[in-house]
C-alpha cells in the first residue's frame, strides 16, 4: 500500500513539474521544473527496480544536460516575448502531436499482446534471479554491442560539428603567435633616434 501511495505522489509531482516545464514565463523556471521532472522520474524507475536507470537520469540528465541548460539559458539574452508568441503559434499544433501520442500508448496498453501482469512478473522474477545492472550490462555489451558504438560515433559526430558550427572566426579579434615571437630580433623591436640637444631657454 505504501509503494502505491509513494507512486501517486511521485507521479503528482512529475505531471506538476512537467506542466510548468511548458508554462513557466521565465526559462530558468522552466529549467528548474525539468530538473524536479527528472528526479521525480528518478524515483519512479527506483520503484519499478531499475536502479541503473534511475541512477542514469539523475547522473547524465540533472548533472550533466540540466547544468548546460541553466548556464545557457543564464548566458543569454532571451527575448520572452518572442517566446510567448511562438508558444501560441504552435500550442494547436503541440496539443495535436499530443492527443496522438497519448491514443498510441492507449492503444498500445490495451492490445492483447501487452499483459501487464505477465510483464511486471518476469520482471520481478529477472530482477530476483540476478542484478538488473550486470544483465543490462551484458545484453548492451554482447547482443547489442555494434548499435552501442554506432550511437558512440553519432553522438561524436554531433559533438564535432556543434563545435565547428559555433566555432566561427572573427574580425578584428588578435592572437598569440609564439614562433613570430621567437624569431624576432631587436632591429625588428628597437629603432634608435638620434636627436639634436636643444639648449634650454633661460627666459
Do not use: C
Amino acid at each position: 500500500m505504501i509503494e502505491k501511495v509513494i507512486f501517486y505522489v511521485f507521479a503528482a509531482i512529475l505531471l506538476a513539474a512537467a506542466t510548468l516545464v511548458i508554462t513557466a514565463r521565465n526559462p530558468v523556471h522552466s529549467a528548474l521544473s525539468l530538473v524536479l521532472a527528472f528526479f521525480s522520474s528518478a524515483a519512479l524507475w527506483l520503484l519499478a527496480e531499475a536502479e541503473f536507470l534511475g541512477i542514469a537520469l539523475i547522473l547524465v540528465y540533472v548533472g550533466a544536460v540540466m547544468v548546460l541548460f541553466l548556464f545557457v539559458v543564464m548566458m543569454l539574452d532571451i527575448n520572452l516575448s518572442v517566446l510567448r508568441e511562438g508558444f501560441a503559434r504552435y500550442l494547436p499544433l503541440g496539443a495535436l502531436v499530443g492527443v496522438i501520442m497519448v491514443l498510441q500508448m492507449l492503444l498500445v496498453l490495451g492490445s492483447a499482446e501487452v499483459d501487464l501482469a505477465t510483464l511486471s512478473a518476469e520482471a520481478s522474477s529477472a530482477s530476483t534471479e540476478s542484478n538488473n545492472i550486470r544483465l543490462l550490462g551484458s545484453v548492451l555489451y554482447t547482443v547489442y554491442v555494434y548499435p552501442f558504438e554506432l550511437a558512440a560515433m553519432v553522438l561524436l559526430l554531433a559533438i564535432i560539428a556543434a563545435i565547428m558550427l559555433t566555432h566561427r572566426r572573427r574580425g578584428g579579434t588578435k592572437h598569440q603567435d609564439i614562433s613570430a615571437q621567437v624569431r624576432t630580433r631587436k632591429e625588428d623591436r628597437l629603432r634608435m633616434v638620434r636627436m639634436p640637444t636643444e639648449r634650454k631657454n633661460d627666459s
